[in-house]
T-cell receptor, first 109, second 112 residues
């Protein structure tokens, strides 16, 4: 079983829709989590960190559920520019950072 | 603006060639990383370095070596390139192991 697992998608949604991605992790010792965004043929860039209390940044909300070992990303009012691959990332301490394979999102007009 | 640069965006090499991929960061970061990214597999860590001349193996170090002679520069070396090393190679750096990693634009390597 992969340490960080994501549904690869693709998720095809219309503009204005709300879409949610989940990501599960297997190592209960994982200490911190992130969502990165990767545009086609570009490098990954940090979208947001994920805190135990959850956090929100504009249209984006990230949640962590330690009991069930998953993190989520909610995107409200989807824009065409949100089309990208979203990478779930877990950090188990030290230099051990595990990237999920990514979830592809297509937002259509 | 933070910057990680990689020496080539695209590279084509022949089987058996020695290949050097260079990465430079201008943020004075302690840590630097080399990943490869393949469809369906995500990013896999090859090697990382937490200081000059220090290196640690990642998850898939076989067939690769690294060099960090200066803080800002981290090189990935394929001693004898093979076709299964055809991939996208991404370099990253960060100041602290818990912090955001900043990535370079990637090098798409094709080994024929």
């Amino acid at each position: 079983r992969k340490e960080v697992e994501q549904d690869p998608g693709p998720f095809n949604v219309p503009e204005g829709a709300t879409v949610a991605f989940n990501c599960t992790y297997s190592n209960s010792a994982s200490q911190s989590f992130f969502w990165y965004r990767q545009d086609c043929r570009k490098e990954p860039k940090l979208l947001m960190s994920v805190y135990s209390s959850g956090n929100e940044d504009g249209r984006f909300t990230a949640q962590l559920n330690r009991a069930s070992q998953y993190i989520s990303l909610l995107i409200r009012d989807s824009k065409l520019s949100d089309s990208a691959t979203y990478l779930c990332v877990g950090h188990t301490g030290g230099f051990k950072t595990i990237f999920g394979a990514g979830t592809r999102l297509f937002v259509k007009a | 603006d933070v910057k990680v640069t990689q020496s080539s965006r695209y590279l084509v090499k022949r089987t058996g060639e020695k290949v050097f991929l260079e990465c430079v960061q201008d943020m004075d970061h302690e840590n630097m990383f080399w990943y490869r990214q393949d469809p369906g597999l995500g990013l896999r860590l090859i090697y990382f370095s937490y200081d000059v001349k220090m290196k640690e193996k990642g998850d898939i170090p076989e067939g690769y070596s690294v060099s960090r002679e200066k803080k800002e520069r981290f090189s990935l070396i394929l001693e004898s390139a093979s076709t299964n090393q055809t991939s996208m190679y991404l370099c990253a750096s960060n100041a602290d192991s818990y912090n955001e990693q900043f990535f370079g634009p990637g090098t798409r390597l094709t080994v024929l």
